[in-house]
T-cell receptor
Framework: EAGVVQSPRYKIIEKKQPVAFWCNPI?????LYWYLQNLGQGPELLIR????????DSQLPKDRFSAERLKGVDSTLKIQPAELGDSAVYLC???????????FGEGSWLTVV | DQQVKQNSPSLSVQEGRISILNCDYT??????FLWYKKYPAEGPTFLIS?????DKNEDGRFTVFLNKSAKHLSLHIVPSQPGDSAVYFC???????????FGQGTILTVHP
């Protein structure tokens, strides 16, 4: 069974440019998460989806970040415009039920220069 | 407000000995606890979990202990192997909480 798939794995952009990350969760998983991981820190939740509904986006900086999960499967996370402080790993994860074991993708590593 | 804390940034252990990684939490609503392992340039991988109705869960060389009164959990790895060298994250959540909250991680190094 395929795991959580993310792309791109690595992205280098100049500040003020836009960037988008894509995620395909494990088949059958209704809950999808985007986590942010800064160097030396644990993952921090940005947004959680139950099917296509964003049920927790309290930590998403809505002035520059947006996310969507239109058909309740794949999801995209967008940053526009990117800032130097956005350099981090963006992790997508999925689970069969909220609050239980989640399974991560390999992450999308963003460097803003 | 850090609800899940791993106070040891790093741990160094000799191959064959026991590794003990610790984690403290503050939110009494957490009822499900997990450990993840992360190698460089990879995403975190689920290792082992425990629900609040248990105080111990074992899977091969890995055992997680939960002390609810102290709001403390630990991961024991016996015997430790060089391939166990990685960053270990504890996480807490539960069906009533809806998400997992992670600690900062502990870097485990197992020396041959």
């Amino acid at each position: 069974e395929a795991g959580v798939v993310q792309s791109p794995r690595y992205k280098i952009i100049e500040k003020k440019q836009p960037v988008a990350f894509w995620c395909n969760p494990i088949s059958g998983h209704n809950t999808l998460y985007w986590y942010l991981q800064n160097l030396g820190q644990g993952p921090e939740l940005l947004i959680r989806y139950e099917n296509e509904e964003a049920v927790d986006d309290s930590q998403l900086p809505k002035d520059r970040f947006s996310a969507e999960r239109l058909k309740g499967v794949d999801s995209t996370l967008k940053i526009q415009p990117a800032e130097l402080g956005d350099s981090a790993v963006y992790l997508c994860a999925s689970s069969s039920n909220s609050g239980n074991t989640i399974y991560f993708g390999e992450g999308s590593w963003l460097t803003v220069v | 407000d850090q609800q899940v804390k791993q106070n040891s940034p790093s741990l160094s252990v000799q191959e064959g000995r026991i590794s003990i990684l610790n984690c403290d939490y503050t939110n009494s609503m957490f009822d499900y606890f997990l450990w993840y392992k992360k190698y460089p340039a990879e995403g975190p991988t689920f290792l082992i979990s425990i629900s609040s109705i248990k105080d111990k869960n074992e899977d091969g060389r890995f055992t997680v202990f939960l002390n609810k009164s102290a709001k403390h959990l630990s991961l024991h790895i016996v015997p430790s192997q060089p391939g166990d060298s990685a960053v270990y994250f504890c996480a807490a959540g539960g069906t009533s909480y809806g998400k997992l909250t992670f600690g900062q991680g502990t870097i485990l190094t197992v020396h041959p």
